[in-house]
């Protein structure tokens, strides 16, 4: 079991579940729960109270409203984050807060699960028996760190197969690294033997 006391835990739809919510808040942890259409009852009452809280004239349904903006990639992308102060919520604070724990668990979802899916095909992995899949799991977070860490201009699945092309590559002296993909096989070694 994880310790998350006084940590935010977010979790992608398929999480946003009473017990799940539940068993956060028992281990004294906030959570930010992604609500879609999988769950149309709650998804409808959030987007009524939402509504409710952008109409003139309404003081009873307190709200804030925080907004960024980020230029980058060829475009220009405006965020609005709003808080509802009257709800029940797991997370205190300002939208301010919100947002930034949101956009916290998209920059997790992008820069490893997505990743780990698309680079490492983790989402295609069939193996189910004993502790093989948490250890294939920890296997990849590993090769995935050190290929980050070399620093090229390749992408994640280019990085990879110049690894799996050359028993040196990236051996870097400079970060006690050394990783070899001779045939299938995977070796990985860390320390100050390669320095």
Not at 59 to 69: A, K, N, R, Y
Request: glycine share 6%.
């Amino acid at each position: 079991m994880l310790a998350v006391r006084g940590a935010i835990v977010s979790i992608d739809a398929i999480g946003c579940q009473k017990d799940i919510a539940a068993k956060i808040r028992d281990k004294k942890a906030d959570y930010v729960l992604a609500v879609k259409k999988n769950k149309p009852q709650l998804f409808d009452d959030i987007e009524y109270i939402f509504s409710a809280a952008n109409q003139d004239g309404r003081p009873d349904v307190i709200h804030e409203t925080h907004q960024t903006v980020d230029a980058g990639h060829g475009r220009v992308e405006t965020r609005t984050y709003q808080t509802v102060a009257d709800l029940d919520t797991s997370l205190p604070g300002s939208a301010k807060d919100f947002g930034r724990a949101v956009r916290e668990h998209w920059g997790i979802e992008n820069s490893v699960h997505w990743v780990l899916d698309v680079t490492f095909g983790e989402d295609q992995c069939r193996i189910r028996k004993d502790h093989a899949p948490e250890n294939l799991a920890v296997i990849r977070r590993i090769a995935l760190n050190l290929v980050k860490q070399e620093k090229s201009k390749r992408s994640m699945r280019g990085k990879r197969k110049r690894a799996a092309w050359s028993n040196e590559y990236p051996s870097r002296p400079s970060l006690g690294i050394m990783m070899r993909w001779p045939g299938s096989s995977l070796s990985l070694a860390w320390g100050d033997d390669f320095r």
